[in-house]
């Protein structure tokens, strides 16, 4: 079975332009969480979507969207970028998002290897 | 104060050395993952546990409820194995994952 799949791998952009960043989840998973990784911050939870609807939101900025497509692929979208956006974007699926209080291994999150965002 | 800590920052250890990379945590969980994460970015989830422990092959991993604190064990270290270790966490109120800052561990042979 294929893992996650982000693409692009690689990408630069310069301040001010918006960004569209897609991930595949495994076959069968429905629930995408997304994640961004910087130096200074560490790893931070962005959002996390299931059935085209978005369940949690971090503490990130409006400028910070994301959606989810019936066949449960998602992408990610930053506007209006800052030299601070620079980082590696992460997303993570699973069959199916835990509830809050409750875990099991259908919650599982499987990483893909990431989009690595240059701002310029 | 992050709500993950983890402990030590960076571990250097020799070949077939026994590891212990710690965390602790102030939040109540639902459960705590443990991650290795390869230079280069790609994350691979170790364990996902909520009480006891756990082992796959060389790596332990341990939970205490009570103390919030977990720790993941590597026995017999190879220099594959150095990586950065991060210990993420769900929120039990919410289900939000909350990571510490990670371990760096470099085996050397």
């Known amino acids: 079975k294929a893992g996650v799949t982000q693409t692009p791998r690689y990408l630069i952009k310069t301040r001010g332009q918006q960004v569209t960043l897609s991930c595949s989840p495994i076959?069968?998973?429905?629930?995408v969480s997304w994640y961004q990784q910087t130096p200074g911050q560490g790893l931070q939870f962005l959002f996390e979507y299931f059935s085209e609807t978005q369940r949690n939101k971090g503490n990130f900025p409006g400028r910070f969207s994301g959606r989810q497509f019936s066949n449960s692929r998602s992408e990610m979208n930053v506007s209006t970028l800052e030299l601070g956006d620079s980082a590696l974007y992460l997303c993570?699926?699973?069959?199916?998002?835990?509830?809050?209080?409750?875990?099991?291994?259908?919650?599982?999150?499987?990483f893909g290897p990431g989009t690595r965002l240059t701002v310029l | 104060k992050n709500e993950v800590e983890q402990s030590p920052q960076n571990l250097t250890a020799q070949e077939g050395e026994f590891i212990t990379i710690n965390c602790s945590y102030s939040?109540?969980?639902?459960?705590l993952h443990w991650l290795q994460q390869h230079p280069g970015g790609g994350i691979v989830s170790l364990f996902m546990?909520?009480?006891g422990k756990k082992k796959h092959g060389r790596l332990i991993a341990t939970i205490n409820i009570q103390e919030k604190h977990s720790s993941l064990h590597i026995t017999a270290s190879h220099p594959r194995d150095s990586a950065v270790y991060i210990c993420?966490?769900?929120?039990?109120?919410?289900?939000?994952?909350?990571f510490g800052a990670g371990t760096r561990l470099t085996v050397k042979p």
């Open positions: 993420a966490v769900n929120e039990r109120r919410n289900n939000d994952m909350r």
């Open positions: 546990l909520s009480s």
């Open positions: 076959s069968g998973h429905r629930s």
């Open positions: 993570a699926s699973s069959l199916i998002p835990g509830l809050a209080g409750s875990l099991s291994s259908y919650n599982e999150q499987f």
């Open positions: 939040v109540g969980i639902s459960a």
